[in-house]
């Protein structure tokens, strides 16, 4: 398995509370990608980066941000997490075959 | 980008070739067609990739036409383990930008 690994792996939170996500990969892959999953439903693309300080935005980038300071990690942050941000969160490396990480479950309360 | 459209669902047996097709009209010229599997609680795994014409690897082959309207992903011989969520999408190769479809839940019967 790629080495790509999610942290936390499960979170609650309350309405209105910054949250980070960090993603790390030990592969050296140039590009990194944040998803989310909700239920019944495919994934959708939050942000994506192609290098180090090099972001862009994906279908639903309200809300999210991002950075990429060094090439091994890739944070995601909700900036003032709301209930409709609960959801699935998956960060994947490569580009024409991404390897996925375990995902993140975050629940806003 | 384009967006992809496939069937919501569908039922075969073991042992039988399951073909899944995929409508991507908008295609752009710089995007490549992708497939993914999902099992529950896990991420996706990446199944093949194809331009145009035929793809084959260890586990699948992709069809695309000429005009890259639309392709289909064929499984040969499915097992109960093939019962997933495959995912069809455009990559941009231009941006590495892409949009996952709605998927297409596969039930593989005994």
């Known amino acids: 398995d790629a080495g790509i690994t999610q942290s936390p792996r499960h979170k609650v939170t309350e309405t209105g509370t910054p949250v980070t996500l960090r993603c790390h990969q030990t592969e050296n892959h140039r590009y990194m990608y944040w998803y989310r999953q909700d239920p019944g439903h495919g994934l959708r693309l939050i942000h994506y980066s192609y290098g180090v300080k090099d972001t862009d935005k994906g279908e639903v980038s309200d809300g999210y941000s991002v950075s990429r300071s060094k090439t091994e990690d890739f944070l995601l942050t909700l900036e003032s997490a709301t209930s409709s941000q609960t959801s699935v969160y998956f960060c994947?490396?490569?580009?024409?075959?991404?390897?996925f990480g375990p995902g993140t479950r975050l629940t806003v309360t | 980008l384009a967006k992809t459209t496939q069937p919501i669902s569908m039922d075969s047996y073991e042992g039988q070739e399951v073909n899944i097709t995929c409508s991507h009209n908008n295609i752009a010229t710089n995007d490549y067609i992708t497939w993914y599997q999902q099992f529950p609680s896990q991420g996706p795994r990446f199944i093949i990739q194809g331009y145009k014409t035929k793809v084959t690897n260890e586990v699948a082959s992709l069809f695309i036409p000429a005009d890259r309207k639309s392709s289909t992903l064929s499984l040969p011989r499915v097992s109960l383990s093939d019962t997933a969520v495959y995912y069809c999408?455009?990559?941009?190769?231009?941006?590495?930008?892409?949009?996952f479809g709605q998927g297409t839940t596969l039930q593989v019967k005994p």
């Open positions: 999408l455009a990559l941009s190769s231009n941006t590495g930008k892409l949009i």
């Open positions: 994947a490396i490569g580009i024409y075959e991404q390897y």
